[in-house]
């Protein structure tokens, strides 16, 4: 898997089975896409409209279309795929449905998008859910990210240590890390997050870590030295932040989102020092 582009969460939701407006039929065909490059030997596949937000999906089964349990979506962009496991539940006669959610690589929320796969007949029929009926050959936006680039960061009240911390009238940069003690990416950006508060320990600079399982954090910092200053978080920050870690964000003294992104690397500080340095006064 190459990137994960968007938050993947399938889940079957009320469906009316006499519905069959606007759906667009497709065959599975024997292999795989040209730009899958995997030796699965059974696999049957077919592909869809990714509109303005993917090249193409691909719709892949690796046991020759024998069950429903071995299907995959595999969304293609500009920079790499997404393996993605499918959950479907008994719609009709060896017909098994699925409703996708998806965001884009903005974390914007997208028409969920319905999927009927017919086992015997190997066809699949999908359509992109939308008010308007004109839009259901290819996915729109829904709901925008409200956390994006350039929006205001919400006044939020931390739980630390040492007392409730918060942004609220604040004139310094801020740099928040979500995150959780059992994450692995989390921990490998650790080192450089480290080094960031020691270089610019004299600047107007907040490093705030939100940390999701709070729990743990005692027992965290006897073996791994992470010199953020700790607030805990809760459902309200999970709600917030999204469950998936970590994520990096910085504010500006006026509380504008300079940066916001979900995943982490040895190499995060890198990204983080180039907002900062353009930001500081």
Partial sequence: MQKIMFLLLVSTLVFC????????????????????????KNAFFTSINGGDFFKT???ISRDSLKTSNNLVFVPVDKIGFSLNRIMFEKHKENQFLSI???????????????????LDERTLQHRWESQNKNEYKSPSIVKEYPLKVGKTFPTIKLETKNGVWTNDNSDKITVINWWATSCLPCIDEIPGLNALVEKYKAESIEFISIVWDGNNLSNFLLKHKFNYLHGFGNKYFTSLLGDSFPRNIIIDSNGTILYNKLGGSKNTSIELEKIIMEHLK
């Avoid at 006499?18 to 065909?29: G, L, M, Q």
């Avoid at 996708?100 to 974390?107: A, G, H, M, T």
């Avoid at 929320?109 to 319905?114: E, F, G, I, Q």
């Fill in 17 to 40: 089975q006499n519905s069959k407006e606007n759906f667009i039929s497709s065959n599975f065909e024997k292999g795989l896409p040209k730009d899958i490059n995997f030796k699965w």
């Fill in 100 to 118: 996708i959610n998806l965001k884009n690589d903005s974390e914007d929320d997208l028409s969920p998008l319905t999927l009927i796969i017919n």
């Fill in 57 to 59: 999906i691909h719709i």
